[in-house]
């Protein structure tokens, strides 16, 4: 009976000791609904990261145990989801997608010394509230929305510009940045607009583009309204391109949109991380996998990579010492190339790039750098 006690402790002691040795790290972001799409590439790009880096030892010599959480791209429900994270134990979340949701989140976050990395969240406010534990690997709105609104003055010069957004913290944010940017060239949009995300029937605003003579419509918001909003107008005769920011990368645009009916969109987007030399054999085994690493698949591996290089350095999972690390301007190596950051939080070298949604020879519907 002795004996059977004390190998039933030790196995107890073992278990135990087993998962003591896991550090726990969440990825949160829209896995059902609208944007799913997005959770399931954030997703894709955090498990393969984990997977590569317990591959590799893991970190600080233990194995990464990762929580998968869906925000489904609300912000209460993100706020949610964060306090859950919290309960759970995490150290780390890659995440949100959404900028109103990752801001809601980040005040969870830090008060439960949660260190929060977003390979999306774009919006300024993010990193300008002065929270120390909230980083990026994209860009932001008011880089994003420079570069969207110098390509409409510069192509467009002379037009009409409407301007639309879906009221959403990212999409009237970075609607607006572009509107700056439009009065910094001298031009005014002919028409402001806001929707509401999720409808179904956009006759209206197609009537009131179609009154204005837009030759060019901008959009703040994402792939599922914008492709809506593009069948529609094509439906009414409206001929005008639609241009929007990284929420409408997504293959599903083609499909909402009709392939007769997307080309020529246009889209500013961090550069294709796809393309860069040291990404290819990681971009090699998602395809082997049938997973196409688009849009945030490998922005949210280089977040995972970011931390845990971070955590290597302090030698602790520790929030305040890994974000010191993350502070100090050290070059990451990361699958999108070499990131270092500011004091905010944000990259310090941010790119963006307009692209356009084209029909290639292949006769696949592929955004290409707009030359």
């Known amino acids: 009976m002795k004996t059977r006690l004390i190998l039933a402790s030790l196995a107890l002691a073992l278990a135990c000791g087993t ?75 890659a995440g949100h997608l959404n900028s109103g949701v990752s801001i809601a989140a980040s005040d969870v976050y830090a008060e439960n010394g949660i260190l929060e990395i977003s390979p999306s969240t774009t919006n300024p406010n993010f990193t300008d509230r002065k ?98 909003i593009i069948r529609q107008m094509r439906d009414q005769g409206v001929k005008a391109p639609l241009m929007g920011g990284d929420g409408i990368n997504s293959g599903e645009l083609a499909a909402i949109a009709g392939e007769g009916s997307i080309d020529g969109t246009l889209m500013t987007f961090s550069p294709d991380p796809r393309k860069i030399p040291g990404s290819a054999e990681v971009v090699a085994r998602f395809r082997a996998k049938s997973i196409e690493p688009e849009a945030f698949t490998l922005y949210t591996y280089a977040a995972v990579e970011v931390w845990a290089q971070a955590a290597e350095e302090a030698k602790s999972t520790d929030t305040a010492k890994v974000a010191k690390v993350i502070h100090s301007g050290r070059p990451f190596t990361t699958v999108v190339g070499t990131l270092s950051y500011d004091a905010k939080g944000d990259i310090t070298t941010p790119a963006y790039v307009v692209y356009r949604w084209k029909k290639g020879a292949d006769g696949k519907i592929d955004y290409a750098e707009v030359e």
């Open 131 to 228: 929270l120390t534990n909230v980083f990026r690997t994209c860009g932001r709105d008011d880089q994003q929305g420079k570069v969207a609104g110098a390509y409409l003055a510069k192509a467009y010069a002379g037009k009409n510009v409407a301007v639309i957004d879906d009221k959403t913290t990212y999409g009237r944010g970075l609607a607006e940045e572009t509107r700056k940017e439009l009065a910094a060239h001298g031009m005014k949009a002919v028409l402001s607009e806001s929707i509401n995300g999720g409808e179904k029937d956009f006759g209206a605003l197609v009537s009131k583009i179609k009154a204005a003579q837009a030759d060019v419509v901008y959009f703040g918001g994402t792939h599922a309204d914008a492709g809506l």
């Open 19 to 93: 998962a003591q040795a896991q550090i726990k790290i969440g990825v949160a972001g829209p896995m059902t609904g609208a944007l799913a799409v997005y959770g399931q590439q954030m997703k894709n790009g955090a498990e393969m990261a984990v997977a590569d880096i317990d591959a590799k030892g893991g970190v600080l010599g233990q194995q990464l145990k990762l929580i998968v959480a869906d925000d489904q791209a609300d912000p209460k429900q993100g706020v949610s989801v964060a306090n859950k994270l919290a309960g759970d134990g995490v150290k780390f979340v």
